[in-house]
């Protein structure tokens, strides 16, 4: 059985949820999905500067937790860059 999941503390919501290219109309893009904690979790890191660990204890979660959001996070934003995708943050339920 795996363990419960800890509620992870976000720090900002943001009012804009959804990027896309210019020029192109959003129904002929495919979509990346976003997590909340993930859009967290690179602002933490990137934008404000933070180590793993202090930002793994802003978010209330584990290091390697942290590690795993974090990459899961940069690979969906370079996928959307790279391919030409919409970027939709969501929240998860």
Same mark, same amino acid.
């Given at each position: 059985? /795996? *363990?419960?999941?800890?509620? *992870?503390? !976000? +720090?900002?919501?943001?009012?804009?949820?959804?990027?896309?290219?210019? +020029?192109?109309?959003?129904? #002929?893009?495919? #979509?990346?999905? %976003? #997590?909340? &904690?993930?859009?967290?979790?690179? *602002? %933490?890191? &990137?934008? $404000? @500067?933070?180590?793993? $660990? @202090?930002?793994?204890?802003?978010?209330?979660? =584990?290091?390697?937790?942290?590690? *795993? !959001? %974090?990459? =899961? /996070?940069?690979?969906?934003?370079?996928? /959307? !860059? !790279?391919? @030409?995708?919409?970027?939709?943050?969501?929240?998860?339920?």
């Amino acid at each position: 059985m /795996a *363990r419960p999941r800890l509620c *992870r503390r !976000i +720090g900002f919501n943001p009012n804009i949820t959804y990027f896309k290219p210019q +020029g192109i109309p959003l129904r #002929e893009l495919k #979509e990346t999905l %976003l #997590e909340i &904690d993930e859009f967290e979790a690179i *602002r %933490l890191k &990137d934008l $404000e @500067g933070l180590e793993q $660990e @202090g930002c793994a204890k802003k978010m209330n979660i =584990s290091q390697p937790t942290f590690h *795993r !959001i %974090l990459l =899961s /996070a940069r690979k969906k934003i370079t996928d /959307a !860059i !790279i391919n @030409g995708k919409a970027i939709k943050i969501i929240k998860k339920n």
